[in-house]
């Protein structure tokens, strides 16, 4: 084909595409959102975008007062703080700033105005139910999958209370402190009823933490259990951790058919003094994926993880062990330049068989500018991917197309979790 023609037909193809990727609804599978049932716990409008973690640590890179004086502020304060440095003394030019200005924008509200007070304004005659509605349908989300956790004191009382359930809505059970803040959390099952051993722990203590795993499991009808860990964690390893993955975690979702998400590379708390914005990211020796996978092929592992050097290393992993499902570009890797490498790289090695992106979304409003700039660069790489097969003489039609992204964007997690997953998506 002749250039012009060449061009002409990238842009066609691009066009297509662009069209069915912004429009199919996704699942969002990790979030850090709640059902308006859980009420303060879902987190939304300016002041929250604003004071999301991710600007905090970036306000910090101009603020000079001391921590303890940004803490000590309302989180009105805070906010504006954080307005007046990332966004008015600075361009605001980051990922996540750019992203409360793609979202104040998808809502219809005039940016360029600069006025945080009319902002206010706009948010306080918003309802909760009705501003829920108005993000999922301009993110395009189908469904958002919470992180819902027994050790977290807020959250817990909800349900145990009970409340309708919100079908937009699934509960995944997370358990960093059951594996990783062992013999506390042993404390805390203890105080809960549950026989478990802090020190020595045998048998009969890991059988209670199965009775644990499972009460919680059908208390919040979980759709996986997930752990994020630590850039050293070692599979296995003379620990606490090893011996509870093996003898209660791994036995517990087997038996319940649900996979075990597992979220490797996190350094937390490298600056205490900058609290949910003071975690880091480390390289991780995958070994410990690769003997989870190979020595539990009986159980499902989704895995996101942090440090971009693994990403390579993680998709060759998924193309030897079909019980491992890759997802997400997670955190400091959902930035641009890294999710169009990433997801470039997974397309090539994995094909359609993983799952580009979650939200990690920590206030609702936020599913806006994360599914719609990643639905961009995700539509940019397929584009490129379709054109190298149309000059190769392949021809796609449009169904395959919207067939290859219903399976980008949840089917491939369905069915990869199946049956439970699949019942309510
Ligand atoms: O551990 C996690 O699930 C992380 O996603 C969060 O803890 C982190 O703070 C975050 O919000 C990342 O996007
Ligand atoms: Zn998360």
Known sequence: MKLPGLIAGKARIAGQIREIVMSEQVLDIHTHLYAPAFRELLLWGIDDLLVYHYLVAEA?????????????????????????????????????????????QAFGLDVKKRDLPALRSWFKTQTVER?????????????????????????????????AHDERFAACLRIDPLLLSWPEAARRL?????????????QRTFDEVRRFLADWTRQIKAHYLMVSLPSDFAFPAKNITTQLIERAVLPHCREHGLPLALMPGVKRAVNPELRLAGDGVGLVNLDGLQNLCAGYPENKFLATILARENQHEACVLARKFRNLHLFGCWWFTNVPTLIDEITRLRLELLGLSFTPQHSDARVLDQIVYKWQHSRQL????????????????????????????????????????????????
């Open 190 to 202: 203890a105080a809960c009823g549950y026989r478990v051993q802090p020190d020595r722990p045998s």
């Open 60 to 104: 910090f890179r101009y603020l000079e007062i001391p921590y303890e004086r940004f803490w000590a502020l309302s989180k009105t304060q805070q906010a504006d703080l954080i307005w007046q440095h990332l966004f008015l003394e600075h361009s605001p030019v980051s990922e996540a700033c750019r992203g409360v200005l793609t979202t104040l």
């Open 378 to 425: 995700i539509a940019d790489v397929l584009a490129d991917k379709y054109f190298d097969l149309a000059q190769t003489g392949w021809q796609i039609t449009r169904g395959e197309i919207e067939r290859d992204v219903k399976e980008l964007f949840g089917g491939g997690f369905q069915r990869f979790c199946g049956a439970r997953v699949a019942q309510v998506c």
């Open 131 to 163: 501003h829920l509605d108005r993000c999922m349908t301009l993110a395009g989300v189908r469904r958002i999958f919470m992180t819902n956790s027994p050790f977290d004191d807020l959250e817990r009382p909800v349900w145990e209370a009970g409340f």
